[in-house]
């Protein structure tokens, strides 16, 4: 998976979305709400940059066989997930079949479920949830894992201002800030 499309996806998904749901921000209404626009704003974004099969889907908890998406933790706990938004195959491109997750806080929100949601991306972003799993393309792993990019996002309402976090590889990558 060209890893450029994929940065490129989400940099213009989340472009339009800030300029189509304006209005939403302002009014300062319910993250779930923004999460669900944005995805929409993704997956026509995937489709136009050519990635057929894939879906953005808010909330997803399912892996295969209908089976809660589950994760795990340096202390290999096991930890049932359910991402603010995913772009997934889901299931039918085995070895590329996570693409992007997103977790979305509002700056309000406690610091403890931002730590939270950055830790969730630095684990679905590893290439290998134990370390022996990797992507070759003919099974899934049991833990979720194997997501291409990670993104924190961090909505000021009042300031008008976006905290963007990227998660390359199971770690912190960048930051970049600005106006919407």
Known sequence: MDEHLLSEVFHTALRRFLIQERQSLEMNVAERSLAARLSCELELESVRQGLKGYYADVEYNR???G?????????FQVITINPDIILH????????????T????????????KISDRERLQLMTRDSYDGIWNADGNTHPEHVCGYKRGYYLELNIPDRTVLLDEYRSGAFFRTQRFLF
């Open 67 to 75: 089976l809660v998406k589950t994760m795990i933790n340096d202390d």
């Open 102 to 113: 997103i977790e979305m806080k509002k700056s309000d929100r406690p610091d403890h479920e």
């Open 89 to 100: 195959s889901r299931g039918t491109v085995i070895a590329d079949d996570n693409l992007i």
């Open 63 to 65: 892996k295969q066989n």
